[in-house]
């Protein structure tokens, strides 16, 4: 293990072996060489736990037992990155891949300003890699949401200025190590799904600059650690959590009203939509998330009936 790194890059794994070791391979690619690989195996099975323990040559490998979710499992990772004495952290799905020269455009980008708090590079789908999966968050201030900008588009230098945005995903995110001793870690209430959102906003109010960063490039493959965008569990913590981030950062009663009932309308929509198409599961999990919110149960919460079927 390298005695001294510039940059940590942390990798959450849950049963997701195949995706993360290969993630790995695409990092070992990098120009960029001063970084030190952060593994946060979140309570996978045994083999999957193994396979990780076989191959742990050039990373640290972090073991919880159990499922922190994206929020718990990453702050574990910082933690450890901060006690490092890293200037950088990166916080990266492990269902990527990166580009040669993405670890050092981003630390350069960074470098260059130091009121830059969180910088994003631009996401591309895997194995569709002309198609943009993100290049930033639009976010409307009004209904406090946000959606992926660009996303499915065809990349055709469209989104190739670097620019200041409010928010960036989760999915890669540069932060630096000042601001986050400053600001703190991740809410771990949220668990998963909005919590990048409310980090950002965080760190905007702290008078940081959230940057979208075009020169370096990384590509995923949707959901994949979450089971997809319409699995049940996912849709539950998205729901739950939009109407937790509104409460935190609505400015005022009619903000509130404003965001959640538009917010409550679309999801009813979406429910709808799920009952239409037989996903009677998914539309539970909006019910769920819902019915959770106004109760307060944040936090990780497993329901046995949104869970996926065991092969």
């Known amino acids: 293990m390298k005695q001294s790194a510039r940059l940590a890059v942390i990798l959450v794994n849950w049963n997701g072996t195949d995706d993360t070791l290969n ?4 990092i070992r690619s990098s120009t960029y060489q001063d970084y030190l690989v ?5 309570g996978s099975c045994a083999e999957q736990l193994e396979r990780l323990q076989q191959s742990n040559s050039d990373f640290v ?4 037992g159990e499922n922190l979710g994206y929020t718990g499992g990453n702050n574990k990772g910082i933690e450890y990155a901060l006690d490092y004495g890293v200037d950088y952290v990166l916080l990266l799905n492990n269902d990527t891949y990166i580009a040669p020269d993405t670890l050092k455009n981003i630390v350069l980008a960074t470098d260059f300003d130091k009121q830059i708090g969180i910088l994003s590079p631009k996401i591309l789908f895997h194995p569709a890699r002309s198609l943009i999966w993100s290049a930033g968050i639009d976010f409307d201030r009004r209904f406090l949401t946000g959606s992926l900008t660009g996303y499915k588009t065809e990349d055709k230098g469209q989104f190739d200025q670097a620019r200041d945005v409010v928010c960036v995903t989760g999915c890669a995110m540069l932060i630096r190590s000042k601001v986050i001793r400053e600001v703190g870690l991740l809410s771990d209430e949220y668990f998963a799904v909005c919590e990048d959102f409310d980090y950002c906003l965080k760190v905007g ?5 959230i940057v979208y960063e075009p020169s370096a490039s990384i590509w995923h493959i949707e959901s994949a650690s979450s089971g997809g965008h319409e699995a049940p ?6 729901t739950r959590n939009y109407f937790v981030f509104h409460n ?6 009619a903000q509130l009203f404003l965001s959640q009932g538009y917010f409550l309308g679309w999801s009813a929509k979406r429910c709808f939509s799920f009952v239409l198409r037989g996903k009677w599961k998914t539309s539970l999990g909006i019910l769920f998330g819902i019915r959770d919110a106004m ?9 046995a009936i949104l869970a996926k079927k065991k092969r």
């Open 295 to 303: 109760m307060g149960r944040l936090g990780r919460r497993d329901y």
């Open 38 to 42: 952060i593994v946060v195996d979140n």
């Open 23 to 26: 993630c790995l391979e695409s």
């Open 233 to 238: 569990q996912y849709v539950y913590y998205q």
């Open 205 to 209: 109010s702290a008078g940081y600059r």
């Open 61 to 64: 490998l972090l073991e919880t």
């Open 248 to 253: 935190r950062w609505a400015q005022g009663v």
